[in-house]
């Protein structure tokens, strides 16, 4: 692994999707190949997870839904991440391994370390080299989502876990963590999570 794994990650409506896509832009802008993934999805396989995990109208326990995402995850990671960083190719991620670390770990209550020790034997190494957490209030960013999906309506008191959980993880992790307020406009956002990842590679 020569290359770039970086992950956007936060909690709902931290303009993840977004900051990444920009981000990704302006790196293809610099001559840079980049391969843009999502969390969970990003294969077949993954995406038929995706639907299972995110619609409304089924309930999966924490641990199959911790199990879940894990499976979707390793897919990826054998089928389109592990490959493209082998080929040269920088990832962009929208959400990563830590997503689970934060959701299920600690806003389910699983435990940080064993939603972790779930999906290390399924990475086979392939783990991202900076996480880019965008930062915003849980209240606000509830406020932003247009539609939620089934763990986005979860309700504020569960975001502030998940807020929590990732928070502990960056503290644990500082040189693989960059975190970002997101209270400033859009554009600053972009540029700042851009130089960032350009003072690293």
């Known amino acids: 692994m020569n290359r770039?794994?970086?992950?956007?990650?936060?909690?709902?409506?931290?303009?993840?999707s977004t900051v990444a896509q920009r981000v990704g832009v302006r790196l293809e802008?610099?001559?840079v190949r980049v391969v843009r993934v999502r969390e969970?999805?990003?294969?077949?396989?993954?995406e038929a997870i995706r639907q299972i995990l995110l619609s409304h109208e089924l309930a999966p326990?924490?641990?199959?839904?911790?199990?879940?995402f894990a499976a979707a995850r390793a897919q990826l990671?054998?089928?389109?991440?592990?490959?493209?960083?082998?080929?040269?190719?920088?990832?962009?991620?929208?959400?990563?391994?830590?997503?689970?670390?934060?959701?299920?770990?600690?806003?389910?209550?699983?435990g940080i370390q064993k939603v972790r020790s779930v999906n290390e034997p399924g990475l086979l190494g392939v783990w991202p080299s900076l996480?880019?957490?965008?930062?915003?209030?849980?209240?606000?960013?509830?406020a932003r989502q247009e539609v939620g999906d089934r763990i986005g309506d979860?309700?504020?008191?569960?975001?502030r876990a998940v807020a929590e959980g990732f928070t502990q993880t960056a503290a644990a992790e500082p040189d693989r963590f960059v975190t970002i307020n997101t209270h400033m406009p859009l554009d600053e956002v972009v540029e700042t999570a851009y130089r960032e990842i350009r003072?690293?590679?």
């Open 199 to 201: 003072i690293r590679w």
């Open 77 to 110: 990671a054998a089928e389109v991440v592990g490959p493209a960083l082998e080929d040269g190719a920088w990832v962009v991620s929208d959400r990563s391994v830590y997503s689970s670390l934060a959701y299920q770990g600690a806003g389910r209550g699983l």
């Open 131 to 142: 996480v880019v957490l965008l930062a915003v209030d849980p209240g606000e960013g509830l």
């Open 4 to 16: 770039p794994y970086v992950a956007f990650e936060g909690i709902e409506g931290a303009g993840k």
């Open 40 to 46: 969970p999805g990003g294969t077949p396989v993954g």
């Open 61 to 68: 326990e924490p641990w199959t839904e911790a199990l879940l």
């Open 154 to 159: 979860e309700g504020v008191d569960f975001q």
């Open 29 to 31: 802008a610099d001559g």
